[in-house]
């Protein structure tokens, strides 16, 4: 599997972003660079919620830009509101294997699983209300886990989270999407999660989303858009 | 915070007192809105008599007629009003009774009004009879009578003020009354099906009328002319009613609180001299108390005039009022 | 939390407890002012048990058929993006502050038996429309009170988050899914604000009731109070029907405040999220037609209203400048009166609110008392009150400015109290964290956050404050007019065309001030 962005333009207001890359399959990849820099925006526009100006989304070389959100190979995991205020943790989990919410028992069976690989067993019967801002955001992530797309794109879930906590976040996700043979997008303004989580760094910066390049190697040596971006920061380090 | 509201209202208040500051006596008359607008008799008058009074005339318009006694009623003896003008004679024998009105000084040597004049205490200034107006390059089968509306085809409609809070409704009520006695529930529930709506006040009814709405309305047998005389328009006619037209004698009368008493017997003695009731026809549309030396205004020759004129003393008006009223609610109500 | 810290002033009692002090005087103070004036009079007759029934009846079938029929036209333009959906949604509010017997005109000019559509169907072989009666009553407080309703849920519909759109069209879910996850549950909690709302307006509603009633069959509440004041003058019964609106008011009130609070007016913002549903053919088809539902039962009838005045409005004379001067200069003062006295009792509620909640609900509860209030009865009895002291002339203005302000209160404070009770939450704890003192707080961290929703509120006070006729006429100083005082007196003397020219005037200066105050609200603010 692969994504390509063929000559990708996307325009939001007068800022306009540019990306000509391919994401290889399997890599955990952290989209990182500054807050406004237009990550989240390709983000959105691969996972089918942003219109495109011109160029191309390939999936395995099939050209996916004008498929609707739910047709695409994706999951998207927003940073807040990914739940529905009103239904259960269960329900909220079925609705990606059913949006009509009508499960047998082979499904409730497939939900409890879920729920206890993302360490939320027997949580199900509880609202969101009930529920810290990290464990939602397990729930959210049991749902990605059964509906099962190649590729997994997180939009800074975690940012909310304590260092401890989302580590743990992060050691979830990446076991989730290696048992899945998924590929990761991640979003983040962090340096610190893209070293902890992803193997490869697209760097979003100054209207261009660079090729991947693999994280050690690009923190070790920045190009001038990445050190200008870490500043002083890893001056010392 | 306060201060603001302090900053607000005064400068409301001197907004609303800035043209008081005069030193000529002051009479204040309370009367209906469609008096002092531009097009009413207000401005005339008020200049007119000003010119001989040496004083300060202040029409105050209270609302519609029928709002103006209970005003009056409000303010009790601390009104400002020296001088109440609008009321009919349907209301007059209450608003005697309240002793709030106080007898005119010299009678008027001559009235023109069709009924002979006995009241002490108010005056006429103007009179009409009420009359269904009609577009007669529309209606052409006019009903003459209201038994004749009653076996009109049911696309008739017509549109009527609410006798609470109209002196033309009322009017209605009584003419209805009057003509017909025991059998006016009857009538009403038999027109119910021709009233289109009941109106507060005639602006509303005469708006719906000449917008279309309603084939007939409730008017006076003057408002033709109206139409004659400021539009050159002739489309429109009253109808003559062979049961008789129902009269509204429009009257003025002097408080007895009025610190202005002499002013204001001139002003109420001025009201039945010509230059104030040449002024009436054309800008009140009603006949005035006094006919001029040269004769109603070209074109009030075209009205109708009804074969009987319906009028109920005061006293009662007053004690059948109520009673009609009961009756008209229930008989449209069912 | 360090709200907790956060001291009731003096200030707070003086400011907010004078305005609540100045609602309880205007609304159960003038009904005690007419009782004790009263002389032995009748009590309540089985005409005036028929009238309240009347009143319920017709307030509730008025307040359902706005708020079903406002469902569909929010969600089309929830949904849908289009040329004249700004200028659209605008114009909601319109109908709003149009005085009622303007619109009665407007309305008949359009629905009436020959108004437009009646003429447009007359040739295929229809009878006339007839809009009198008990439907003529609803069907007129449909056109009050949807543009009203949509509002309302258009702002539920934009509180859902844009991600939960995004969550459905990701998870492929139908558009009936989406209407049961997420349009269902929004709906439930912002319905019943919005009847409760249309509700109360159409309790003490009264020109529309007596021009399109068809008759003493409809009879409200209110125009027994009127027939009680103006026909028997008869104050104890005027008194005793005032309190019996009271009554009703309150239940339904109470009733309903079980199922939820009265909407909040967060009119400000309008950005719909990005949608991708409703695609297919049944949707587009059922957006259009509520849509143009809307255009022809709202916008036909300003327009009629537009084309009649349009050549008169060239011929007004010059009395009409005075007239509406002293109408704006009513409006912005009572709309400066409505948000200082909207400060001052959020402020109140919001320092109560912290110790005893309870206490502040019925505050605030009290605040929408004047939606039940006759202002038949505030207007005698403040004359009643005054009377003694001043002539009611010389206080008109201030007067009037004054009822207006109360009238619009319980708007002004839906809009102010959310948005101070969110300015106080996340920026008075910050103001309070850097030691600033009272107006500098205020001045720094409230009242940039207020300025919005404080320019909308004044907006629609002085809207509804400049088509306001009510009080004026009562206490009618001699050489004072207002625009719709004008208008009435214009119709009274056989001027139908003039009014309607003023009539377009009223309804363009209420819109102006509105988009002033509104505009005024959203300047940038720097302090520099």
């Known amino acids: 599997m692969s994504i390509t962005l063929d000559k990708l333009v996307l325009n939001q207001g007068s800022f306009q972003l540019d990306a000509d890359l391919v994401i290889e399959e399997g890599h955990k990849i952290a989209l990182l660079g500054p807050s406004g820099g237009g990550k989240s925006t390709l983000l959105s526009a691969i996972a089918g919620f942003k219109e495109i100006t011109s160029g191309r989304i390939l999936f395995n070389g099939d050209d996916i830009s004008t498929d609707p959100p739910a047709k695409r190979p994706v999951s998207l995991l927003f940073q807040d509101h990914n739940l529905f205020p009103h239904l259960s943790v269960e329900k909220n989990i079925g609705l990606g294997l059913r949006t009509n919410l009508r499960l047998n028992d082979a499904e409730k069976e497939i939900i409890q699983d879920a729920l206890r690989r993302v360490g939320l067993g027997g949580h199900g019967s509880k609202m969101p209300s009930e529920m810290s801002g990290g464990q939602q955001q397990r729930v959210a992530l049991a749902r990605a886990l059964l509906r099962d797309r190649p590729v997994l794109c997180l939009d800074e879930p975690f940012a909310a989270l304590g260092p401890a906590l989302k580590h743990e976040m992060l050691d979830l996700v990446a076991e989730i999407v290696e048992a899945a043979n998924a590929t990761l997008l991640m979003v983040t303004h962090q340096p610190d999660d893209a070293e902890y989580i992803a193997d490869q760094t697209i760097l979003v910066a100054q209207g261009r989303a660079y090729a991947p390049v693999d994280t050690t190697t690009l923190f070790h040596s920045p190009p001038p858009a990445l050190a200008s971006y870490l500043g002083t920061r890893r001056a010392h380090g | ?334 | 939390m360090a709200n907790r810290a956060q001291p009731i002033r003096p200030i707070h009692f003086i400011a907010g407890g004078g305005a609540f002090a100045l609602l309880l005087v205007l609304t159960f103070g003038t009904v005690i002012a007419v009782w004790t004036r009263a002389e032995l009079g009748s009590g309540l007759s089985s005409s005036d048990w028929a009238a309240v029934r009347f009143t319920l009846s017709q307030a509730f079938v008025s307040a359902s058929v706005s708020v079903i029929l406002a469902i569909p036209v929010a969600r089309a333009l929830a949904r849908r993006k289009f040329r004249g959906r700004t200028l659209m949604v605008s114009f909601l509010g319109a109908p709003f502050i149009l005085p009622a017997i303007v619109a009665v005109l407007g309305i008949v000019a359009v629905w009436g038996r020959s108004g437009w559509i009646s003429q447009a169907i007359e040739p295929f072989g229809f009878s006339p429309l007839n809009i009198y009666g008990y439907f003529g009553v609803v069907f007129a407080h449909v056109f009050f009170n949807l543009p009203l309703a949509t509002r309302l849920l258009l702002q539920g519909w934009l509180s859902i988050p844009a991600e939960h759109f995004r969550l459905c069209a990701q998870l492929d879910m139908s558009p009936s899914e989406i209407s049961k996850h997420l349009e269902r549950p929004m709906l439930w909690s912002v319905l019943p604000g919005a009847f409760l709302l249309v509700f109360l307006l159409c309790i003490s509603s009264f020109a529309v009731v007596l021009a399109l009633g068809g008759g003493p069959r409809a009879t409200t509440v209110e125009l027994a109070i009127y027939q009680a004041l103006r026909f028997d003058f008869d104050l104890s019964k005027a008194a005793m029907l005032a309190v019996v609106q009271f009554g009703l008011c309150t239940s339904v009130a109470l009733a309903s405040i079980f199922i939820a609070k009265p909407t909040n007016f967060a009119f400000g913002l309008d950005r719909p999220p990005e949608r991708w549903d409703g695609k297919g053919a049944f949707h587009v088809i059922c957006d259009c037609l509520s849509l143009v539902m809307l255009t022809l039962f709202l916008f036909l009838p300003l327009l009629a209203l537009f084309i009649r005045g349009l050549i008169p409005i060239a011929h007004l004379p010059i009395k009409i400048y005075a007239a509406a001067l002293n109408s704006v200069v009513i409006a912005v003062g009572s709309a400066m009166l409505a948000i200082v006295m909207s400060l001052a009792l959020a402020a109140l509620i919001i320092r109560i609110a912290r110790r005893r909640k309870r206490v502040s609900q019925i505050v605030e509860g009290l605040g929408f008392l004047t939606l039940a209030a006759s202002p038949f009865v505030i207007g005698t009895g403040l004359f009643i009150i005054i009377n003694p002291y001043v002539s009611p002339f010389a206080v008109a203005l201030p007067v009037t400015a004054l009822i207006n302000a109360a009238m619009s209160l319980p708007f002004a404070l839906r809009i102010i109290l959310p948005a101070m009770t969110r300015a106080e939450d996340h920026y008075g704890t910050l103001g309070d964290s850097l030691g600033m003192e009272r107006w500098t707080r205020f001045r720094i961290a409230i009242w940039p956050r207020l300025k919005r929703p404080i320019g909308f509120a004044a907006g629609l006070s002085a809207a509804l404050s400049m088509g306001d006729l009510g009080v004026i006429a009562l206490f009618a100083p001699p050489d004072i007019e207002t625009l719709p005082l004008m208008m009435y007196r214009l119709m009274a003397a056989y001027q139908l065309k003039m009014a309607s020219g003023v009539a377009l005037l009223l309804i363009s200066l209420s819109l102006i001030l509105f988009w002033l105050f509104d505009r005024g609200g959203q300047l940038e603010h720097h302090t520099r």
Not at chain 2, 67 to 88: C, H, K, M, N, P
Not at chain 2, 298 to 320: C, N, Q, R
Request: glycine content about 6%; aromatic content about 12%.
């Open chain 2, 1 to 334: 915070m306060k201060i603001f509201q302090l900053f607000a209202a005064g400068l409301c208040v001197a907004l609303s007192t800035s043209a008081h500051a005069q030193d000529k006596p002051e009479l204040t008359v309370y009367t209906y809105d469609s008096f002092v607008s531009d097009w009413g008799p207000g401005p005339a008058v008020e200049k007119a008599f000003e010119e001989t009074c040496e004083c300060d005339l202040k029409l105050v318009a209270a609302g519609d007629g029928a709002a103006l006694l209970s005003r009056v009623l409000l303010e009790g003896e601390r009104t400002e009003a020296d001088i109440v003008l609008g009321l009919d004679t349907n209301i007059t024998a209450r608003a005697a009774e309240t002793g709030l009105f106080a007898p005119y000084g010299k009678s008027p040597t001559y009235l023109d009004v069709p009924i002979p004049w006995e009241d002490k205490i108010f005056l006429p200034y103007d009179w009409g009879y009420f009359a269904f107006v009609y577009d007669n390059t529309k209606l052409t089968d006019v009903p003459d009578s209201f038994e004749a509306l009653i076996a009109a085809p049911d696309d008739l409609k017509i549109v009527i003020q609410d006798p609470r809070s109209s002196t033309p409704g009322l009017g209605l009520l009584l003419w209805i009354k009057t003509a017909y006695g025991d059998r006016a529930p009857e009538i009403w529930e038999k027109l119910a099906p021709k009233i289109l709506t009941v109106t507060k006040g005639w602006s509303e009814a005469y708006g719906m009328f000449t917008e279309g709405e309603a084939d007939m309305v409730l008017s006076y047998t003057t408002s033709p002319a109206y139409h004659i005389i400021a539009e050159d328009d002739y489309t429109k006619s009253a109808a003559s009613f062979t049961e008789g037209h129902y009269m509204q004698i429009e009257v003025a009368g002097k408080l007895a609180s009025s610190d202005q008493q002499e002013l204001a017997d001139d002003f109420l003695k001025f009201m039945t001299s010509p230059k104030f009731q040449d002024i009436i026809p054309t800008t009140n549309w009603m006949y005035p108390a006094v006919f001029p030396y040269s004769g109603l205004p070209a074109g009030f020759e075209t009205l109708i005039t009804p074969t009987e004129s319906l009028i109920v003393d005061p006293i009662e008006a007053e004690k059948t009022r109520d009673a009609a009223l009961a009756e008209w609610l229930t008989a449209l109500s069912q």
